[in-house]
């Protein structure tokens, strides 16, 4: 089954504890990115990479990092996470159909709740 | 900068009632827009692209279309089961920008 798994899905923590949200895809696809979701404001763009070893910022980088070392995985690191990264996380992966933009037929993952305290 | 306006921020219907969602963009740089579905505590489901003025996709009971400023989606006799929030998104090439979208109810 097409798929974008994400890990954990439900996570607390405290302030300045570093941690990894591990995102990973089986489609084969090119394109991998990382949104979050807070009510008022909407989803966001965190971080995109276009394939492997290729990354750049969103909108919201600040207090994020990423890598992508392999096509099918695309981790989110938050290297001090503080309370204002409290939030619903979102991974998405696409492929690039010729001439036509990475985000068509974006899948998404379940999400990963974040709580830091 | 980038915006994506959606309104209304939630709509009410009563089964079978037609309506539309209004996503308003900034025009500079349009490659692609987006719609999406998203179901409590799910991840966006991908409806339609669209890309140039003129444009209209359909899907079972949505349409949706895009003017130079605007797009629409369009619920025709719509059913319990369409209750969801709805999402707009563009893009200008590799970033994605979405709205805050619009929570739909439709009642039976």
């Known amino acids: 089954e097409a798929q974008v798994t994400q890990n954990p899905r439900y996570l607390i923590t405290v302030t300045g504890k570093k941690l990894t949200v591990t995102c990973s895809q089986n489609?084969?696809?090119?394109?991998m990115s990382w949104y979050r979701q807070d009510p008022g404001l909407g989803l966001r763009q965190i971080y995109y990479s276009m394939n492997v070893e290729v990354t750049d910022k969103g909108d919201v980088p600040e207090g994020y990092k990423v890598s992508r070392k392999e096509k099918r995985n695309f981790p989110l690191i938050l290297e001090s996470p503080s309370p204002n990264q409290t939030s619903l996380y979102f991974c998405?992966?696409?492929?690039?159909?010729?001439?036509?933009?990475?985000?068509?037929?974006?899948?998404f993952g379940p999400g990963t709740r974040l709580l830091v305290l | 900068e980038d915006q994506v306006t959606q309104s209304p921020e939630a709509l009410r219907l009563q089964e079978g009632e037609s309506s539309s969602l209004n996503c308003s963009y900034t025009?500079?740089?349009?490659?692609?827009l987006f719609w999406y579905r998203q179901d409590p505590g799910k991840g966006p489901e991908f409806l339609f692209t669209?890309?140039?003025a003129g444009e209209e996709k359909e899907k079972e009971r949505l349409k949706a279309t895009l003017t130079k400023k605007e797009s629409f989606l369009h619920i025709t006799a719509p059913k319990p089961e369409d209750s969801a929030t709805y999402l707009c998104?563009?893009?200008?090439?590799?970033?994605?920008?979405f709205g805050e979208g619009t929570q739909l109810t439709v009642n039976p």
């Open positions: 998405a992966s696409s492929w690039r159909l010729a001439g036509r933009p990475y985000q068509e037929t974006q899948y």
């Open positions: 025009v500079s740089g349009l490659r692609g």
């Open positions: 669209l890309y140039s």
């Open positions: 998104a563009r893009t200008s090439g590799s970033r994605l920008t």
């Open positions: 489609m084969n696809h090119e394109y």
